[in-house]
């Protein structure tokens, strides 16, 4: 959590000794912290999300491979061919 810093030649007084620029500067820069702190949360957020989905997808592809449930003439794409080649030798 960012908060207001305050320079030490303000000393106890706080925002009360600065100058009216130096606060806005202060509360600009502290504004900023706080934007950039969310932004920075909402791509970790985003990647974390991404990074889920693409695990669970090739989870997915990895349990039910193409050749499981291709049928007809798809199917010998994913025979190999020295499979295909014995095949054919013992008919």
């Known amino acids: 959590q960012a908060s207001v810093v305050v320079p030490a030649r303000a000393g106890a007084a706080g925002l009360d000794s600065l100058t009216a620029e130096q606060a806005k500067e202060i509360q600009r820069i502290d504004k900023d912290r706080k934007r950039i ?3 920075d949360r909402l791509v970790t957020d985003m990647f974390e999300a991404a990074k889920s989905r693409k695990l669970y997808s090739t989870a997915r592809v990895m ?3 193409p050749a499981d449930f291709m049928i007809g003439a798809d ?5 190999p ?3 295909m080649g014995s095949v ?3 008919s």
């Open 75 to 79: 199917l010998m794409r994913y025979i």
């Open 37 to 39: 702190a969310r932004t």
């Open 88 to 90: 054919d030798q013992q």
């Open 81 to 83: 061919a020295d499979v």
């Open 63 to 65: 349990a039910d491979p």
